[in-house]
């Protein structure tokens, strides 16, 4: 079984297309079985594994397969066919990343280095909920469970032993310096959060230190709507009340996990009207999109999406890229690290079948000696026969071998007689 991976993010792909193969998470125990039964061989001897790691700025498919070379093929035409998309499309997006390549793009990612803001936090998260659902579906085996410890790890080494994170901007702080740009202070501005989760509660947080006369968290579960603005000591309602509601508000941030907008042209054009060209400014952090890209074209209507955010906050200093070279460094050792045991799971059932050979060998040798011992033969002579046997069993094989490159060349022959004097830990 070998690893293989393959994706598209922020770089290699443009958000119409990221959302177009983004997998919420109702999706994703469905879309591993379909994805394992499409990649199961029937010369494998293991199943295949298969997770799915899906987020605003990234889809990726972590697998382990028998034929990695046809891997590649088979999960571009799997993640075409799932969402609906010219396969030839996605190519040009997407990359394939096998084996060792495949390792260190995921200590990458959750170590922050991949990401459209540097450093940021939010992935490694991110990357454990997908290990969560991949395990919840029966997608990990011995391989990919591997993989992902020795990422969590990795990630949590490199935010200790690193300032990876230290200066890095993130998406909702970059959001309030832009409203700040445009508003000036904010503690006059109307606030409304469209939906409950960590996105909305990270931006909701940095919003809320700048004091705004009120805050407002819109979500279909009332129950969770009321617990974030709570904190926020703000008010809560339900998403349902959205389109009359609108026009009371100077910043919309939204990021839920529907599959379609939320927010349409029409119901922000209405609001507009009713606002007397009182500016509004709409965050849509969401992948799919919460709001239809056509509000960007409306008068008094800021439309920023988590690209243009991107934009804002890709700033590095030298402190910065210091962190990112000793960063580098860390997770090209682990990734040796993650090779050497790789090797080593080579070489289990080469010593599974020694271990068994062995065995049968003893077991041979024990079941003779007993019927000596009831023949009435001396226990010492048993003792010395049955010494003798097994050693001249065990010893049958290097003699072998040894015998064999007699009349094989020097360096062939000098290299089992190395091989033998190790095996026997003799330093000559």
């Excluded at 909920?129 to 969590?152: D, I, K, P, V, W």
């Excluded at 927010?263 to 999109?289: C, H, K, S, W, Y």
Aim: a neutral charge; aromatic letters at 4%.
């Amino acid at each position: 079984m070998q690893l293989v991976a393959l994706g598209l993010n922020h770089q290699s792909a443009p958000l119409p297309l990221r959302e177009r193969v983004a997998f919420v998470p109702e999706e994703v125990g469905g879309a591993i079985a379909r994805l394992r039964e499409r990649l199961a061989s029937p010369r494998s001897i293991a199943p295949s594994e298969a997770a799915i790691v899906s987020t605003c700025n990234r889809t990726e498919l972590y697998c382990a397969v028998d034929e990695p070379l046809e891997a590649g093929v088979a999960l571009a035409e799997f993640v075409a066919h799932e969402k609906g998309i010219d396969p030839q499309d996605l190519r040009k997006a997407s990359y394939v990343l096998p084996h060792t390549e495949a390792v260190r793009h995921a200590f990458r990612v959750a170590s922050g280095l991949d990401s459209m803001v540097l450093g940021e936090p939010q992935i490694l998260g991110q990357m454990k909920e997908a290990e969560r659902l991949a395990r919840q579906a029966g997608g990990l085996g011995l391989l990919l469970n591997h993989l992902f410890q020795r990422t969590f790890a990795v990630a949590k080494e490199v935010r200790s032993s690193t300032e990876i994170g230290a200066h890095s901007v993130s998406m909702a702080a970059a959001a309030v310096r832009v409203c700040e740009r445009i508003f000036g202070q904010l503690d006059r501005s109307h606030m409304l959060f469209v939906g409950a989760g960590e996105m909305i509660e990270l931006a909701a947080t940095h919003f809320a230190a700048r004091h705004p006369r009120s805050i407002t968290v819109a979500n279909r579960s009332l129950e969770r709507a009321h617990a974030l603005s709570s904190r926020l000591h703000g008010q809560a309602m339900r998403l349902s009340e959205l389109p009359e509601a609108l026009v009371r508000f100077d910043v919309v941030v939204s990021c839920t996990a529907s599959t379609l907008p939320i927010i349409g042209l029409g119901m922000v054009e209405r609001a507009v009207r009713a606002r007397r060209r009182r500016p509004i400014v709409v965050f849509d952090l969401a992948v799919p999109r919460d709001v239809e890209p056509e509000v960007a074209r409306l008068q008094d209507v800021y439309l920023y999406t988590v690209d243009d955010l991107g934009r804002i906050v890709q700033t590095a200093s030298e402190s910065r890229q210091a962190a990112v070279a000793q960063a580098e460094a860390i997770i090209e050792s682990r990734v040796r690290d993650f090779e050497a045991w790789l090797s080593s799971r080579a070489t289990v059932p080469l010593i599974r079948e020694l271990r068994d050979r062995a065995e049968e060998m003893r077991s041979r040798e024990i079941e003779r000696a007993r019927r000596l011992l009831a023949r009435g033969t001396p226990p010492d002579a048993v003792l010395d026969q049955f010494s003798h046997a097994l050693t001249n069993k065990f010893l049958h094989a290097p003699i072998s071998l040894l015998n064999d490159a007699a009349s094989a060349p020097d360096e062939e022959r000098n290299r089992h007689i190395e091989l033998l004097a190790r095996f026997y830990q003799r330093n000559e």
